[in-house]
């Protein structure tokens, strides 16, 4: 099924199939585990890495309208009445326009100055 990675190492927003199992999406996503991180129009929600905070991780991003920015990478997945995961229906462009990204050193300056603000 079509799904949505945000790679943050590589600062790039595309398109990937993955499979309906889980490990699709820890090894999409490079985790451990994963939660989700906020909802988007029409089922689709953004799944991060539950651990990005406390395992070392250098890159982040933000999503516009999201209530904080998220450590690692994240993948944009749908989903069904019965929560099954299904293929997302967020318009790629909609993701690129939405998503900044930064590393540790950026993210710590956009807070600083107030270009990001925590809720």
Excluded: W
Excluded at 9 to 24: A, F, H, L, M
């Amino acid at each position: 099924m079509k799904a949505i990675l945000i790679d943050t190492k590589n600062r790039e927003v595309k398109e990937v199939q993955i499979g309906t199992s889980i490990e699709d999406i820890y090894k999409h996503i490079g985790c451990q585990y994963f939660t989700i991180a906020t909802y988007l129009n029409e089922g689709d929600a953004i799944f991060v890495d539950d651990e990005g905070l406390m395992n070392g991780t250098q890159t982040f991003f933000t999503y516009k309208g999201a209530h904080q920015p998220f450590a690692g990478n994240g993948m944009i997945i749908g989903s069904n009445e019965d929560g099954e995961s299904v293929e997302c229906k967020t318009d790629i462009d909609e993701v690129k326009n939405s998503v900044e990204f930064y590393d540790r050193y950026e993210l710590a300056m956009a807070i600083a100055f107030g270009k990001i603000k925590l809720s």
